[in-house]
T-cell receptor, first 116, second 114 residues
Framework: DAMVIQNPRYQVTQFGKPVTLSCSQTLNHNVMYWYQQKSSQAPKLLFH???????NEADTPDNFQSRRPNTSFCFLDIRSPGLGDAAMYLC???????????????FGPGTRLTVL | AQKVTQAQTEISVVEKEDVTLDCVYE???????LFWYKQPPSGELVFLIRRNSFDEQNEISGRYSWNFQKSTSSFNFTITASQVVDSAVYFC???????????FGTGTRLAVRP
């Protein structure tokens, strides 16, 4: 089945120790998104790629970076995790953007990040 | 700016009851898209429906139905004969035609008791 896969499902890191979360998709979608969701809150968009074009949200801290080496994979790098970065990180894809019949987003199962 | 309001933070019903989840949105754009997502305890956001601003037809899918009313800027979601498996957090979301970003509501936690 075509899907969005996130690894690992649970990640524990230490304060200040860089961590990378990964996302892959078999949907062949053009757009990949990273969201941060804290407990009992709505998902918050960090950034997205349309193909190789990177779009950062204005309020995304510099501590968060992303890479998309090819259509299928996208990575979220947290350079120096703080306690406040503990959250669920959701990857999503969509076939197209904005004003399109194919703009619904499909989400992966998420990676829950714990910062000790 | 866009905004989505889900005034119901938590709803608890007994199995087989009908339940309606409210969603009110704000946007100045004439082209926009509305979505509902389900987030079960496992964490994955499951896409349920998309509606564009030019299509006000209500939709029914099994026990799920959606009522889109532009006059009141609402896109409500009704579950008929609720089941325990419907227990989840439900998010309503908005995307404007010229933008890439999904604006989520704060979610409604639905608990269906046996």
């Amino acid at each position: 089945d075509a899907m969005v896969i996130q690894n690992p499902r649970y990640q524990v890191t230490q304060f200040g120790k860089p961590v990378t979360l990964s996302c892959s998709q078999t949907l062949n979608h053009n757009v990949m998104y990273w969201y941060q969701q804290k407990s009992s809150q709505a998902p918050k968009l960090l950034f997205h790629y349309y193909d190789k074009d990177f779009n950062n949200e204005a309020d995304t801290p510099d501590n968060f970076q992303s890479r998309r080496p090819n259509t299928s994979f996208c990575f979220l790098d947290i350079r120096s995790p703080g306690l406040g970065d503990a959250a669920m990180y959701l990857c999503a894809t969509s076939r197209d953007l904005a004003d399109s019949s194919y703009n619904e987003q499909f989400f992966g199962p998420g990676t829950r990040l714990t910062v000790l | 700016a866009q905004k989505v309001t889900q005034a119901q933070t938590e709803i608890s019903v007994v199995e087989k009851e009908d339940v309606t989840l409210d969603c009110v949105y704000e946007t100045r754009d004439t082209t926009y898209y509305l979505f509902w997502y389900k987030q079960p305890p496992s964490g994955e956001l499951v896409f349920l429906i998309r509606r564009n601003s030019f299509d006000e037809q209500n939709e029914i899918s099994g026990r799920y139905s959606w009522n889109f009313q532009k006059s009141t800027s609402s896109f409500n979601f009704t579950i008929t004969a609720s089941q325990v498996v419907d227990s989840a957090v439900y998010f309503c979301a908005l995307k404007i035609g010229s933008g890439d970003k999904l604006t989520f509501g704060t979610g409604t936690r639905l608990a269906v008791r046996p």
